[in-house]
């Protein structure tokens, strides 16, 4: 069974730092991407960043550049992110979702069928 878990997420200070974790199971890790999205109470759900797993290219939204990255363990099959310099806007529960267009399509998300539970992130101000 093909499987996505976050995990890391919690109450942290604006300017903090958090590290969430995606651990998968049940497919080649390599042959699939790995994208990040979250969504905050009554807005839609955006794309945070993404990491393709054949070559850990990575890709980011405008408003996390600079701030957060995306890395991936290969040996445990696991993509991190790495979120610094946290807003109360960065408020929101994340996800990760398996990405088989390589990235090619991020930041959509309709065409993407395997979702984690999510984690939820508060940033307070």
């Known amino acids: 069974e093909m499987q996505l878990v976050e995990s890391g997420g919690g109450l942290v200070q604006a300017g903090g730092s958090l590290r969430l974790s995606c651990a998968t199971s049940g497919f080649t890790f390599d042959d699939y991407a790995i994208g990040w999205f979250r969504q905050a109470p009554g807005k839609e759900r955006e794309g945070v960043g993404c990491?393709?797993?054949?070559?850990?290219?990575?890709y980011y939204a405008h408003s996390v550049k600079g701030r957060f990255s995306i890395s991936s363990d290969h040996a445990k099959n696991t993509v991190f992110l790495q979120m610094n310099s946290l807003k109360a806007e960065d408020t929101a529960r994340y996800y990760c979702a398996q990405d088989p267009s390589n990235c090619r399509a991020f930041p959509r998300d309709k065409y993407l069928e395997l979702w984690g539970q999510g984690t939820l992130v508060t940033v307070s101000s």
């Open positions: 990491i393709s797993n054949s070559d850990d290219s990575t």
